[in-house]
């Protein structure tokens, strides 16, 4: 258990449609990274937030956003869904600052289907 | 970051020690090595990193060459559970890498433990 927690587990949308994911880090950390890991791939970094603010974006288009709150919880919505948008999508924490690695650890993910 | 090789699947006998490599050519001075696994659509688990000298935990043992150019995980003693998909990632650490500090997956290393 790494005390990252993801909600909902599994959500099923239609193309289209707005779909809000939520991510809880562990105790400590200050830096929430997320990924999208399509079916028998690897996961592929999305943004990262510090601060509350989006600080390092991978190749992902502006419908992709997301939100970081003071207690360090964050948020990912993606608008207009698309059929590719399914995927398993990541939430890792980590605490960034003097002397820490960085290191991230990864919440059980949620499943979104895109119908 | 530098790209990483690894052999795309492996068969470990249970009770053996599991010798996982990863070839890291171009890594720079200031890129660690870091190990995560996946067991079937779970999120990835941290297990142990290292940026020269050789690591250990309860988890695992990292092996890095004097050169830094490849390292080996070993799980000295493989059970059934240890059958995941093992990511080996290389990414540069610090206060100088802040806003950097995407992980990129590869492929990774199917791993297969045999009763």
């Known amino acids: 258990e790494t005390g990252v927690t993801q909600s909902p587990t599994h959500l099923i949308k239609t193309r289209g449609q707005q779909v809000t994911l939520r991510c809880s880090s562990q105790?400590?950390?200050?830096?929430v990274s997320w990924y999208q890991q399509a079916l028998g791939q690897g996961p592929q970094f999305i943004f990262q937030?510090?601060?509350?603010?989006?600080?390092g974006r991978g190749n992902f288009p502006p419908r992709f956003s997301g939100l970081q709150f003071p207690n360090y919880s964050s948020e990912l919505n993606v608008n207009a869904l698309e059929l590719d948008d399914s995927a398993l999508y990541l939430c890792?924490?980590?605490?960034?600052?003097?002397?820490?690695?960085?290191?991230?650890?990864f919440g059980p993910g949620t499943r979104l289907t895109v119908l | 970051d530098a790209k990483t090789t690894q052999p795309p699947s492996m068969d470990c006998a249970e009770g053996r020690a599991a010798n996982l490599p990863c070839n890291h050519s171009?890594?720079?001075?200031?890129?660690?090595v870091y190990w995560y696994r996946q067991i079937h659509s779970q999120g990835p688990q941290y297990i142990i990193h290292?940026?020269?000298n050789n690591e250990t935990n309860e988890m695992a043992s990292l092996i890095i060459t004097e050169d830094r150019k490849s390292s080996t995980l070993i799980l000295p003693h493989a059970t059934l559970r240890d059958t995941a998909v093992y990511y080996c990632?290389?990414?540069?650490?610090?206060?100088?890498?802040?806003?950097?500090?995407?992980?990129?997956f590869g492929t990774g290393t199917r791993l297969t433990i045999i009763p």
């Open positions: 990632i290389v990414r540069a650490g610090g206060i100088s890498n802040f806003g950097n500090e995407k992980l990129t």
């Open positions: 290292g940026l020269k």
């Open positions: 171009t890594i720079s001075g200031n890129e660690y």
């Open positions: 937030y510090y601060r509350e603010e989006e600080n």
């Open positions: 890792a924490s980590s605490r960034r600052g003097v002397g820490s690695t960085d290191t991230q650890y």
């Open positions: 105790s400590g950390h200050n830096t």
